[in-house]
């Protein structure tokens, strides 16, 4: 399900089914020379979710993508986001990144990393089965997840 | 006589009122438009959408079919790709909605290993019948939307969606 009130409005009457959070974590480098790779993995980061959020809609919660400088305290903000999520229904929460300094950081579980694939520049069959083959590897993390968890 | 005269007084209610509901139905005219359009938008896309898959390679096992058309949401125009399950049953083809009638997940032909001729959710274990039927005691409460389809110079071609035919 997507962050929206009409969608919220379903999550609220069925926590028990829908019991994964999903957060996107994007490192926003505005430099001239970050910029466009920034904007490229922040939109294969977006594109991913997105699809990942259809396949499995009625389980996930896609949160909005945390935004956050490059200076930005990543083990603070990861024990901000998951003191918020601990005081909800969730039962997995997954957070999704492209930005390596997740790495280092020992607060979070499930992060799941991986490398952004520039698609901004790939015309729209190709891009199709990139984003794909990226979904495909990220599915089994989350159904093994639910089966050894749940 | 005076009687049948309208006062000044009136004369400004009435036109006042007139006025005043001219605007508010100025008002609400955009609105009822802005909430009744997308229902409708909906409805009248029965045209079909041509797929790349040939006719020729269906079979009567279920293959995902893909599909990308546009989809107007207020100002913001966006490519939309969906997929149904096509089969061919004798010579007809048949189209499903992969949306699992529970919460809304993808759902995929053969996923769960020990029902190879199911269609299976992955979110929530849910199960339907080739034909779209749900299976009792999984948590789906009705059976697949199917989607218009038909041929097009040999291709598959999906139309408008609507309640299953078949079950
Ligand atoms: S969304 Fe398919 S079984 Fe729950």
Request: glycine residues 6%; charged residues 20%; proline residues 5%.
């Amino acid at each position: 399900m997507h962050f929206n009130s009409k969608d919220i409005d379903l999550y609220a009457g069925q926590k028990d089914y829908v019991d994964t959070a999903v957060v996107p974590l994007i490192e926003l480098d505005l430099t001239d020379t970050g910029m466009k790779a920034s904007a490229g993995a922040s939109e294969y980061l977006q594109s991913l979710t997105v699809i990942l959020e259809k396949q499995f809609k009625g389980r996930i919660l896609l949160l909005p993508p945390i935004s956050y400088a490059r200076a930005a305290d990543r083990s603070q903000l990861g024990q901000q986001l998951k003191k918020e999520l601990s005081e909800t229904a969730f039962k997995h929460v997954f957070y999704l990144t492209t930005d390596p300094k997740w790495r280092a950081v020992e607060e979070l579980d499930n992060v799941l990393w991986l490398p952004a694939i520039p698609t901004g520049d790939m015309d729209q069959s190709f891009k199709k089965s990139v984003m794909e083959d990226q979904l495909r590897q990220v599915l089994p993390l989350f159904t093994k997840e639910w089966t050894h968890h749940s | 006589m005076s009687n049948n005269r309208v006062s000044r007084r009136q004369f400004l209610g009435y036109t006042l009122t007139g006025v005043g509901g001219f605007m508010a139905a100025g008002m609400l005219m955009p609105m009822v438009r802005f909430a009744v359009d997308p229902i409708l938008q909906q409805h009248d896309a029965g045209d079909y959408v041509l797929t790349d898959k040939a006719v020729a390679d269906i079979t009567e096992e279920p293959v995902r079919v893909d599909f990308t058309y546009e989809q107007v949401d207020a100002w913001y125009t966006s490519e939309v790709t969906n997929s149904a399950w096509v089969y061919k049953e004798g010579d007809k083809l048949i189209a499903l909605s992969p949306v699992c009638k529970h919460l809304g997940c993808t759902v995929n032909w053969g996923g769960d290993p020990e029902n190879p001729t199911q269609f299976f959710c992955p979110c929530h274990a849910g199960r339907y019948e080739k034909n779209g039927q749900n299976i009792a005691g999984t948590p789906p409460l009705g059976p697949l939307d199917e989607y218009q389809v038909q041929e097009q110079d040999g291709f598959v071609a999906i139309g408008a969606v609507r309640e299953n035919t078949l079950v």
